[in-house]
């Protein structure tokens, strides 16, 4: 089955170290996006990518990065995680139409020590 | 600005009763709206979608929504709650800020008594 499927479920990383999040796709969208959801919150968009082009929302901190190396991946990199960063991580991704639903990874948990 | 309200934070409802959850949207124009369901530890499923035409949408999993402009409200529906549907479920609506970006309400929690 096509999906988006995300490595690893869970990270546990230390306070400061930078650490990679992981998703690729078999659905061959174009479009590719980034969110953090903290408990018992609804997800909140970090960024998007369109292709290769990269589209970062206005309150994401510079802490948070990503690369799109293909059409496939995309990688999340927090440069030096803070405790205020354990979250739900989640991958999404949709075609290139205007408003066509987006379709979601099953998340990476982050746990800074 | 288009914005998102879920006004109930927790619902929780009998297995076998119906099942109401509540969706108020601000948007211009004709909106986009989606209704998903995240079970704990996992990502959003799509449950629903509309777009256009017919306002009562069928969705997965027995559900259903109605969409009426009058009211700016997209509430979803499911005639006999099963146990297994316990979970938070997030309304959203197609933002026109950007491709395909979505604005979420704060979520429903369900809680389903045996």
């Known amino acids: 089955d096509a999906m988006v499927i995300q490595n690893p479920r869970y990270q546990v990383t230390q306070f400061g170290k930078p650490v990679t999040l992981s998703c690729s796709q078999t659905?061959?969208?174009?479009?590719m996006y980034w969110y953090q959801q903290k408990s018992s919150q609804a997800p909140k968009l970090l960024f998007h990518y369109y292709d290769k082009d990269f589209n970062n929302e206005a309150d994401t901190p510079d802490n948070f990065q990503s690369r799109r190396p293909n059409t496939s991946f995309c990688f999340l990199d927090i440069r030096s995680p803070g405790l205020g960063d354990a979250a739900m991580y989640l991958c999404?991704?949709?075609?290139?139409?205007?408003?066509?639903?987006?379709?979601f990874g099953d998340g990476t948990r982050l746990s800074i020590l | 600005a288009q914005s998102v309200t879920q006004p109930d934070i927790h619902i929780t409802v009998s297995e076998g009763a119906s099942l109401e959850l509540r969706c108020n949207y601000s948007?211009?124009?004709?909106?986009?709206l989606f209704w998903y369901v995240q079970s704990p530890g996992q990502g959003l499923q799509l449950l629903l979608k509309?777009?256009?035409?017919?306002?009562l949408v069928q969705g997965i999993k027995g559900f259903e929504a109605e969409f009426k402009r009058s009211q700016s409200s997209f509430n979803l529906r499911k005639p006999s709650v099963h146990w297994s549907d316990a979970a938070e479920y997030f309304c959203a609506v197609g933002s026109s800020g950007g491709y395909n970006k979505l604005i979420f309400g704060a979520g429903t929690r369900l809680a389903v008594h045996p």
């Open positions: 509309y777009f256009s035409g017919d306002t």
């Open positions: 948007y211009g124009a004709t909106p986009y």
């Open positions: 999404a991704t949709s075609r290139d139409q205007v408003n066509q639903p987006q379709h």
């Open positions: 659905l061959n969208h174009n479009v």
